[in-house]
């Protein structure tokens, strides 16, 4: 079993979304021994956003990519090749602003390629990482979970990874984090609770 661990908050050790996923990995690994880990941070060490040179490097031949080019071509062909290897992804996904941090963001803009985790058909798109587990851990100050609030943050990473082909989707979530410390304790709680559930050892 390989594992992808993002985590995307910029708060650091203060995150509630980074020791929820941190704690997933960790359940998992228990589950099941032999899991190799690939881990990372989008704020510690951020991807570019998609650009007009992202497209550019993509299509020029590597003996006529310039430095820059060669970056980004690299940073694009990496962040791919440890996606499609995963036979499972854990990814950390506060709620800033109602949608989704902006570096996790530039991650699925580069793992979002066609002809390489999906396709366009007569009949359709067709998304290709059909058999990869998706468990998105979801960190949030308020209650939005079910809410029109909720459209561009986990409605929109189902709609994203169910568009690559991924349906084996778990929410592991925490709410309420900003609405005192009671509130708090009881979102962690509950995503605790969940993460003992699904992922511990049998």
């Known amino acids: 079993m390989k594992l992808l661990h993002i985590d995307s908050s910029i708060l650091g050790d203060n995150s509630a979304s980074r020791q929820l996923s941190r704690e997933v990995v960790q359940a998992w690994k228990a589950a099941e021994p032999e899991t190799v880990v690939t881990y990372r941070d989008l704020a510690a060490d951020a991807i570019s956003h998609f650009s007009a040179q992202t497209l550019v490097a993509a299509g020029t031949s590597a003996e006529l990519r310039d430095a820059a080019l060669q970056h980004e071509a690299q940073l694009s062909a990496v962040t791919m090749a440890e996606f499609q290897a995963a ?13 989704i941090p ?7 803009d580069r793992i979002a390629v066609a002809g390489q985790t999906f396709r366009y058909t007569e009949a359709g798109f067709e998304g290709l990482c059909g058999g990869k587990k998706l468990v998105i851990v979801s960190t949030a100050g308020g209650l939005h979970a079910g809410q029109p609030s909720s459209v561009g943050h986990e409605e929109y990473l189902k709609v994203m990874f169910g568009f690559l082909g991924i349906t084996d989707i778990e929410f592991v979530r925490a709410e309420g984090l900003a609405k005192g410390d009671d509130m708090r304790n009881k979102g962690m709680n509950a995503a605790k609770a969940q993460i003992g559930e699904q992922f511990a050892a049998a």
């Open 102 to 108: 902006t570096q996790l963001k530039a991650w699925i």
């Open 87 to 99: 036979d499972a992804v854990v990814i950390a996904a506060p709620m800033y602003n109602f949608s």
